[in-house]
């Protein structure tokens, strides 16, 4: 499988905004269910948003939900996560990944991590208080 390739992590302080960006390198105008993750040293990777490419549709977690914005571009098979009001316990590394799938599978297991396989290096997200 082609392994996801994260970007635009970085350094912020508490209410600050970053917008991270995530693409697979592949050639695949497929609808696809993309989602983010984050990870914490000593804690399981959860899942935050989704996205199905399809039809729009979009799921957020409720330690994200109107603080972050996930949008796609598939045209060029890209995803990013706009990420504001930042707080210091958002600081850990962001993975996204990208399932095809049909909507109702996206809309049931986008959050699951073991759902997914081939996981990019990820990107680190650090919020100073």
């Known amino acids: 499988g082609v392994q996801p390739v994260e970007s635009g992590g970085g350094s912020v302080e508490a209410g600050g905004s970053l917008t991270l960006s995530c693409t697979t390198s592949g050639i695949r105008k497929t609808a696809a269910c993309w989602a983010w993750f984050r990870q914490v040293p000593g804690k399981e990777r959860e899942g935050i948003v989704g996205?199905?490419?399809?039809?729009?549709?979009?799921y957020y977690a409720d330690s994200v939900a109107g603080r972050f914005t996930i949008s796609s571009d598939n045209a060029n098979d890209m995803v990013y996560l706009q990420m504001h009001d930042l707080k210091p316990e958002d600081t850990a590394r962001y993975y996204c990944q990208r399932s095809a799938s049909r909507a109702d599978a996206c809309a049931e297991s986008w959050s699951v991590r073991q759902w997914y396989y081939n996981w990019g290096p990820g990107t680190q997200v650090t919020v100073a208080s």
């Open positions: 996205i199905y490419t399809d039809d729009g549709a979009t």
